[in-house]
């Protein structure tokens, strides 16, 4: 469903993310933090994205060495869309038992707590 949308699984967190965020601007390294991704697997995330117009690039006001993102109007349509197609399909998750679910929750819970995220 994602790729009928043009995007991977990182580019449709990052858009998630920033989506859900009350600016819709974070650093490219909290993103790569909150993603549980390399820094660099996030810019090449964002490089993409960018080309696309579903983002854009900001200096911070405060540190002229990092770089921040803003998710745009067509990032946000993108991602919505692509979440339309997703819940279509309950998230891949078809067959899934209610078990199954609480399984990977609590692992994925452990993973952000791991990572100081939870």
Do not use: W
Request: aromatic share 2%; proline share 3%; hydrophobic share 40%.
């Amino acid at each position: 469903e994602l790729k009928a949308h043009g995007l991977n699984m990182t580019d449709y967190l990052l858009l998630m993310t920033l989506q859900l965020s009350e600016t819709g601007t974070r650093l490219i390294s909290s993103l790569a933090r909150n993603l549980l991704v390399h820094a660099t697997t996030a810019t090449l995330a964002t490089d993409r994205l960018e080309q696309r117009y579903m983002l854009a690039r900001s200096p911070p006001p405060t540190d002229r060495r990092a770089t921040c993102v803003t998710i745009t109007e067509l990032g946000r349509e993108t991602a919505n869309n692509a979440t339309r197609a997703l819940t279509a399909i309950d998230f891949g998750m078809t067959g899934s038992t209610a078990k199954d679910v609480a399984q990977l929750r609590a692992a994925l819970k452990a993973m952000r707590q791991s990572a100081g995220d939870a």
